[in-house]
């Protein structure tokens, strides 16, 4: 066996009809569509109930609108993805005349899709039903729970790389998502840091995201995150190139 790699064009053709397949598997497995949009809105009511009449919901629920997405397609999305790798669909695909960055693009765009309305839903449940109030414009909230949830597709794209099994691929969430967890100022603020941890977390993606949240629940504008918003979709991109670069075209 050889292996080929020289890289081909994107293909928009190939790319849809990639993203369309994906998007057709999902459409049928209604427990991870449930996973993906129920289960966020099911722990964001529980914060919301458990304290009911206080300002918690108003000061941390914009963080958890952007914390729940990442982490929960991080889970799918890798999941997904390596068992497309060890059942030797992506081996058979890449036979095919498909770039790599294909068929890249086309799992994150399907992803994408359902990270969309993961966001909406999300958003939509936690100011409507359970009235979380957000200073800043909801546009934005809903702009960055989206982004949130493109890098954790990415970053699981980007896992399914590394790992074996499916367990192997939900072992690496610890790996991969603590560390942002615990550096990204969630747990306390990151100025209060020491000064090594605080530089590790200028270098987490998990950290701009969450400061995009924080910014637009106390009020912040476009202007304000824009910069946070550059970094994460700069994060996206490196992860889907690396995601990329795991493919392999086997040719006899």
């Known amino acids: ?3 080929e790699v020289r ?8 790319t849809g009809a990639t993203a369309s397949r994906v998007l057709t598997q999902l459409r049928h497995d209604k427990r991870t569509i449930a ?13 919301a109930w458990m304290f009911h009449g206080t300002p918690v919901l108003d000061q941390f629920g914009p963080l958890l609108v952007g914390l729940f997405p990442m982490i929960v397609m991080f889970l799918v999305t890798s999941v997904a993805t390596l068992r ?3 059942t030797g ?27 969309v309305v993961q966001a909406f839903v999300i958003v939509g449940f936690a100011v409507l039903v359970c009235g979380m109030d957000v200073a800043g414009p909801i546009g934005l909230v809903i702009l960055v729970a989206v982004l949130d949830a493109v890098l954790g597709c990415a970053l699981g794209l980007g896992a399914s790389a590394l790992a074996r099994t499916e367990f192997q691929a939900v072992q690496l969430m610890p790996l ?7 550096t990204c100022g969630l747990l306390m603020p990151r100025d209060e840091m020491p000064a090594v941890l605080e530089a590790i977390s200028r270098v987490l993606p998990l950290t701009y995201a969450l400061d995009a949240m924080q910014q637009l629940a106390a009020g912040g504008t476009w202007v304000d995150v824009r910069g946070d918003v550059a970094v994460v979709s700069g994060f996206i991109v490196g992860a889907l190139v690396v995601g990329a670069a795991t493919l392999r075209r086997r040719t006899p």
């Open 176 to 182: 991969i998502l603590f560390p942002q967890l615990i």
């Open 7 to 14: 890289t081909r064009p994107l293909t928009p053709y190939l």
């Open 89 to 115: 669909t992506l081996e058979r695909l890449m036979t095919l005349p498909i770039g790599r960055g294909d068929v890249v693009i086309g799992y994150a765009a399907a992803f994408a899709v359902l990270a």
């Open 35 to 47: 996973l993906v949009v129920l289960l966020p809105c099911l722990l964001i009511g529980l914060i």
């Open 84 to 86: 497309e790798r060890t």
């Open 1 to 3: 066996m050889s292996v």
